[in-house]
């Protein structure tokens, strides 16, 4: 929103341009509406202003409005009015609309990030990594950038062209069932635009682009925002498409009161008011004695308030069996009706006859078009292609994935968009975690990642990355797939590492050493889908170890040559709170001389976890298994826990040894539903331990351990704060910033 302020000292000085100076309609080529109805009646136009969730309101008009036989020739409409009069255009009921509005999850819906099931399993992968999600973008000559918007409409643009799919083969929204003229705002000019035909979803869109808040939309050469700031009650456009009679709907939030204006957003909203209170005053002064002026009284209802959009409906209901006495001068008869109620276009799916790809970045056609299976001669599937498309939006690469359905030559198609990041292809993350125990040790590191991306047409990609702190190291990768679908790649990663361990007597530290090390890690590989993936490699090191604090018994030079396998499944819906899906794997290490190695072993890991969920309340149970099967991997071999949710009583990597086992059942339930910080308060039981020697690992050398946290999900990570406890008496409070599951 904090463009509105620009856009404020952009047009303060110039007088707003009306929508009869930038219609459309104006331009060779643009048919006007025809008359709507010969019979000897007044042509009635509906106008349906702008307002976020308040606009739920229109859809308690149009219910009063059916309930008294009343047919609308004309629909004009801005915002949140484009959409209910969009789509009461292309033939929905107001139950159909209101239902939509009360079920569609609008958070998940204006969150442009796909659901994790659809992400790329590579791009799941970076949830263990500690790295905030948003990313610095940068061109190849080093400029900065960053995207228009807080929210790109990725979902929201599948919600509208799943919405308005019964209306695909209308491309002049005058030959709608009702004719429709949605209005926006040029941003270039700040002259209103109304839109009346091309896409009805993209000119929804359009005309619903907060500035700020969502990406603007091109359309024929303009970039479009929401028409709030040029025309938010279109009154005049329903008048000019031949209305002879107009109801105007006006859910407009007003102006703030002093006392309301209590912080800079507060200012920011008080801007955007004044520019829509501005021109909605101009149109709403031209309103004849014979048009009919509705103003539910929303309240404390607000524009983004759209879990409260059933109470909108209501409030919208009430304020029109208001104007039930003007309103009844407006019914048809029974007759006229009826041809009205017989316009509506009927729910169908279209038969696709042609696939196009408008591909707009440097990725391959195919590796687009190989995660679509919507072939020539079938009906479009609407929730099968978004998933497809989501698919696509998960590699982590685009914009912006969309599609809509043309009719060329008489062939129904279906033309996919996609729209590769205009802030990259260079980023840098940065990160930081961190883990403390209130008492002697605390460990921390800060990093950042620099990604490439679409270094070639089959999406491969570098990486770079620098860490400080406990764990210092320095790391490049290569990923590369091998095929458009990404079914098999090649990852090359080298690094040089030190970290730090301590060794415990009991509960006391008696010895720190550091363990510096060179890497080269060849890996080859096949993606199953977006849950699982399988690995072989090659994995060389060679380093030492050097004593920090303590006896110098265990310092010495290492190297390690290995083989492994690895396979992994990851379907969670959260690597942090998780709630749904499962997570495994197992991975087999085979250290040989003969491949580099000081020592021969041979090493299995093992581990699962499972996620539920009902309502708030979460249950996650896990086991994790690592063995060495001769008991003789060498010193930096070791496995390794301790720690929150590792056996909680315990200090991070407190205990080690040839094998080691924990099986887990966390719950959690959310205490906070701030979407920007999201609470949770929860409890573990943990059961495990460390052993030397494969004889000795036993269920009565098992070790009890649980903890008490509370969660959560910050902008830099997830964040933990509880107290572990042990058996015996061990406890220690933690800490812990960065992922756990």
Do not use: C
Request: negative net charge.
């Amino acid at each position: 929103m904090v463009s509105v302020v620009a856009l404020a000292t952009l047009f303060g000085p110039v007088e707003v341009a009306s929508a009869q100076q930038a219609n459309l309609a104006g331009q060779p080529g643009k048919s006007m509406p025809q008359a709507a109805n010969p019979a000897q009646r007044p042509r009635i136009g509906l106008v349906l202003g702008g307002g976020g969730a308040r606009g739920s309101a229109h859809v308690g008009v149009l219910k009063v409005l059916e309930e008294l036989h009343i047919p609308i020739d004309y629909i004009a409409g801005n915002s949140m009015g484009a959409i209910v009069g969009g789509l009461y255009a292309a033939g929905f009921t107001p139950d159909e609309i209101g239902h939509e509005l009360k079920t569609i999850d609008w958070d998940d819906t204006f969150i442009d990030q796909p659901p994790r099931t659809d992400r790329s399993f590579r791009r799941k992968l970076d949830d263990n990594l500690y790295m905030v999600k948003p990313k610095l973008g940068f061109s190849d000559d080093g400029e900065v950038k960053t995207p228009l918007a807080y929210i790109h409409g990725q979902k929201f643009d599948l919600q509208l062209s799943r919405l308005t799919l019964r209306a695909t083969d209308i491309h002049d929204f005058n030959k709608l069932p009702i004719p429709f003229h949605a209005v926006a705002t040029d941003l270039e000019t700040g002259q209103a635009v109304v839109l009346q035909s091309g896409d009805l979803a993209r000119a929804i869109r359009a005309s619903m682009a907060v500035p700020g808040a969502f990406d603007p939309v091109e359309i024929d050469g303009r970039l479009l925002v929401d028409g709030l700031v040029a025309n938010n009650v279109p009154v005049n456009v329903a008048r000019d498409m031949g209305a002879d009679i107009l109801i105007v709907v006006d859910v407009g939030s007003g102006l703030y009161k002093r006392e309301d204006i209590k912080g800079a957003l507060d200012v920011v909203a008080q801007l955007t008011n004044i520019l829509s209170e501005r021109n909605v005053e101009q149109q709403l002064a031209t309103l004849k004695p014979t048009d009919i002026l509705i103003k539910p009284q929303l309240g404390d209802l607000g524009s983004g308030d759209f879990q409260r959009a059933g109470e909108g409906i209501v409030i919208g209901e009430a304020a029109a069996r208001g104007q039930l006495d003007a309103l009844r001068r407006l019914s048809a008869s029974n007759a006229q009706y009826q041809q009205f109620e017989a316009k509506k276009v009927p729910d169908k799916l279209p038969i696709i006859d042609f696939v196009r790809l408008d591909n707009q970045s440097r990725i391959g056609d195919t590796v687009i078009l190989s995660r679509i299976s919507l072939k020539p001669g079938q009906a479009l599937n609407s929730a099968q292609l978004d998933k497809e498309i989501n698919e696509i939006y998960g590699l982590d690469v685009f914009e912006s994935v969309r599609y809509e359905v043309v009719d060329e030559g008489g062939k129904t198609g279906l033309v996919l968009h996609a729209k590769e990041k205009s802030w990259g292809p260079n980023y840098l993350q940065f990160g930081m975690e961190l883990a403390s125990d209130f008492n002697n040790e605390s460990t921390y590191n800060l990093g950042v990642l620099y990604t490439r991306t679409a270094i070639n047409a089959l999406n491969g990609e570098i990486r770079l990355g620098l860490q400080i702190g406990q764990d210092p190291t320095v790391a490049a990768e290569w990923y590369q797939p091998l095929d458009p679908a990404s079914r098999y790649f090649i990852n090359t990663r080298v690094a040089l590492a030190s970290n730090q361990f301590n060794v415990y007597a009991g509960n006391d530290a008696i010895a720190q050493y550091d363990v510096s090390r060179a890497v080269l890690d060849l890996g080859l590989g096949r993606e199953f889908g977006t849950w699982g993936q399988a690995r072989i490699g090659y994995l060389w090191s060679e380093g030492d170890v050097d004593m920090v604090i303590g006896p110098p018994s265990l310092e010495g030079d290492f190297q390690i040559g290995q083989l492994y396998a690895q396979l992994a499944v990851d379907t969670l819906d959260s690597v942090y709170f998780p709630g749904s899906g499962r997570k495994g794997g197992v991975s087999l290490i085979a250290s040989q001389e003969a491949l580099g190695a000081d020592e021969d072993f041979n090493q299995v890991l093992l581990s699962y976890t499972e996620a539920f969920s009902s309502g708030r309340h979460h249950l996650i149970g896990a086991f994790r298994f690592d063995t060495t099967l001769d008991d003789d991997a060498p010193l930096e071999s070791l496995f390794r826990a301790g720690g929150f949710l590792h056996l909680s009583g315990y200090r991070p990597n407190q205990l080690s040894g040839q094998q080691v086992g924990i099986a887990s059942l966390v719950y959690y339930r959310r205490i906070l539903d701030a979407r920007i910080l999201p609470g949770y308060v929860g409890a573990s039981i943990e059961f495990g331990n460390a052993w030397q020697n494969s004889s000795d690992v036993s269920f009565s050398s098992g070790l009890f351990n649980g903890s008490v946290f509370f969660g959560a999900d910050t902008p830099i990570g997830p964040l933990y704060l509880g107290v572990g406890f042990a058996e015996g008496g061990t406890g220690t409070a933690f800490l812990h910033l960065g992922p756990v599951f």
